[in-house]
């Protein structure tokens, strides 16, 4: 099935949320296009994303989003080997109009369909900015819906040692965004204000008695902080509890990654997911340079959704076999391999 002189090329396309994406990756590593239609001016009039009227506006624009993807990439459907599409985690609305389409575009093309885990895209952005990556390595994935220490022991095998047991860092950060009156998306918008404080106000760990993280508790002291001082007319300064929190919320991750990195004996980490594009995160990486372990960060366009990840994932499935077919549907509960529930 490979065509172009042994390259294999896949046709990602994205839909989990408020980013309407297709993008065209070579060997899993080379990305050809990648084109993201985002929804941010729109939801940011509600101060979040609104499930239907995702959905609404990914129909509308998934057809030419695709087709535009495939002309900066400069090829045609005939040149692409398979259609990947992201069938879950997500709003299962937004997920429904990505997997409809690649489902139609399959069945009309005769291109075998590949059904990409969501969060299994994330990781696989690590593989595009750096194209010798190659497993076993340890991944902290902390994105909008998933926060997680993962060792990643091959392209299609995880053991999750560490995860969240309520919030994921990224729902925290825009949560904690809107009782500041941060515009949506709030994760940039603390970050940008952190910079500018101190962390003068004390938060509990994120970090829990069983290794495994909780950012429900950080959400709720940070609400109450700011709550308890209007109530009282005190002066809070918006600035130092967003460093506050931004320190909190990286630190335990950051530590907790470490723990595990020692312990795995492992010379590689990489992050994954929106939040990796945070500063600070970015900063405390550097820590593990200083004992020689090499650090592997997204591009930060490459950080929040979009397609080429997911046709990155598309191709190393593609390599195994691990086709789907027209019965596909979304699964916006979807979670990663080797991660079961919390008890």
């Known amino acids: 099935m490979q065509k172009n002189n ?36 729109i939801h940011k009039l509600y101060g979040g994303v609104v499930p239907e009227i995702a959905s609404r506006n990914h129909i509308q624009v998934v057809d030419e989003v695709v087709k535009l993807a495939l002309d900066e990439a400069g090829v045609t459907l005939s040149d692409i080997n398979a259609i990947a599409v992201t069938y879950g985690a997500g709003l299962v609305g937004a997920l429904l109009v990505g997997v409809s389409f690649a489902k139609g575009l399959a069945q009309a093309s005769g291109l075998p369909l590949i059904a990409v885990n969501h969060i299994e895209g994330h990781i696989c952005a690590n593989y595009i900015t750096y194209p010798d990556l190659q497993p ?11 926060t997680a220490v993962v060792k990643v022991e091959d392209f299609d095998k995880y ?6 047991v309520d919030d994921a860092v990224g729902e925290a950060f ?9 515009p949506y998306p709030g994760g940039p918008h603390v970050d ?32 109450n902080t700011v709550h308890n ?28 990654l470490k723990l595990h990195t020692q312990k795995s004996g492992l010379n590689t980490v990489a992050v994954a997911g929106g939040v990796g594009a ?18 592997c960060l997204p591009q930060l366009n490459l950080c929040g959704d979009n397609a080429a990840m997911i046709a990155s994932r598309g191709y190393f499935m593609y390599l195994n076999g691990e086709f789907g077919d027209l019965s596909l549907n ?14």
């Open 229 to 256: 001082a209007v109530q009282k007319g005190e002066t809070i300064n918006p600035a130092d509890i967003a460093c506050s929190f931004n320190h909190c919320a990286i630190d335990g991750l950051i530590d907790t």
């Open 330 to 343: 979304a699964c916006p509960t979807l979670k990663l391999r080797g991660e079961k529930p919390h008890s």
């Open 159 to 164: 053991t999750v040692l560490a995860s969240t």
């Open 174 to 182: 825009d949560k904690v965004a809107r009782v500041l009156k941060l």
């Open 192 to 223: 940008k204000l952190a910079k500018t404080g101190s962390p003068n106000y004390k938060f509990h760990s994120v970090v829990i008695s069983n290794g495994n993280f909780s950012y429900s508790g950080l959400k709720t002291a940070v609400i």
């Open 278 to 295: 945070n500063s600070y995160l970015r900063e405390r990486m550097k820590e593990f340079e200083l004992d020689g372990i090499r650090v």
């Open 136 to 146: 076993p390595y340890m991944c902290l994935l902390t994105s909008g819906g998933h």
């Open 6 to 41: 042994q390259d294999i090329l896949i046709l990602g396309i994205e839909s989990s949320c408020d980013e309407t994406a297709a993008s065209v990756v070579k060997n899993g590593r080379e990305v050809l296009s990648n084109v993201v239609f985002s929804q941010i001016d």
